[in-house]
């Protein structure tokens, strides 16, 4: 989410789910949803920031998946192998194409992210890993 980031603390259960309008706009389509939501006791947020909400979840998905598939090993595996200033690189260079797009990352999502980055016991699975059935894809 925007105001939470787009996940959770390493290690935390979180699955909120942030939506609405390209423009921010409080519409009867976006209060209909949250509506919806309300209803089934899923966490949905409507979101008057929502393009920085799907920029910071991009910083995020593009340098882990980014990491993980270089590496070939899941994020704890790169840091107790002493290179987690791989990740915290590619960080960098996915928040500037962010910021360049007009949607730094805040300073909450890059804090989550440095610290997933930084975890020795972070991630179980890597983007090649077996276990997740894509590795003869790549």
Known sequence: ???????PTPGAQDHTLDFGELDGERT??????????????????ASDAILQAMWEKWVLIA???SLTTLMR?????????????IGLTLLQDC????AHN?????????ARTHATLTAGDSGRHSV???AMGLADRF
């Open 1 to 7: 989410s925007a105001s939470s980031g787009p996940w």
């Open 28 to 45: 009867p389509r976006v209060e209909a949803i949250a509506a919806a939501f309300a209803r089934t006791g899923f966490d949905g947020r």
């Open 63 to 65: 340098t882990l998946a």
């Open 73 to 85: 090993a899941p994020v704890g595996d790169i840091v107790q192998a002493g290179a987690e200033e």
């Open 95 to 98: 928040s500037r194409i962010a």
């Open 102 to 110: 007009g949607h730094p990352p805040g300073a909450p999502t890059l």
């Open 128 to 130: 090649c890993d077996p």
